[in-house]
């Protein structure tokens, strides 16, 4: 069992920076993909990145050049450095993680991943 538990959203002005962090439990988070969804209000919740065990990195494209996801292994930590914020990154920001690398369940919403943290939210006031 994964437990995922996130920090640091807040309130921000557009332009701004802020960075997300998802605490894991569980000795094994290195072998897992690790990424992040966000939900704004009345919408779908959508994939931002991903992180695999082997080191890849997967991002959505409205956040490319933007963001950044990290993962600390040693800490059982992934992190989202977002940059130039936006209104329109306001959202509630979830971690996620599963034990294997599938695009498909990370690019449609994240159905069937393993685990899930409560979320954080962001609010970038313009």
């Known amino acids: 069992q994964v437990q995922l538990v996130e920090s640091g959203g807040g309130l921000v002005q557009a332009g701004g920076s802020l960075r997300v962090s998802c605490a894991a439990s569980g000795r094994t988070f290195s072998s897992y993909t690790m990424g992040w969804f966000r939900q704004a209000p009345g919408k779908e919740r959508e994939f931002v990145a991903a992180?695999?065990?082997?080191?890849?990195?997967y991002y959505a494209d409205f956040v490319k050049g933007r963001f950044t996801i990290s993962r600390d292994n040693a800490k059982n930590t992934m992190y989202l450095q977002m940059n130039s914020l936006k209104p329109e990154d306001t959202a509630v920001y979830y971690c996620?993680?599963?034990?294997?690398?599938?695009?498909?369940?990370?690019?449609?919403?994240?159905?069937?991943?393993?685990?899930w943290g409560n979320g954080t939210l962001v609010t970038v006031s313009s």
């Open positions: 996620a993680a599963d034990r294997s690398w599938n695009y498909n369940k990370w690019a449609t919403g994240g159905h069937g991943l393993d685990y």
């Open positions: 992180f695999t065990s082997s080191g890849y990195v």
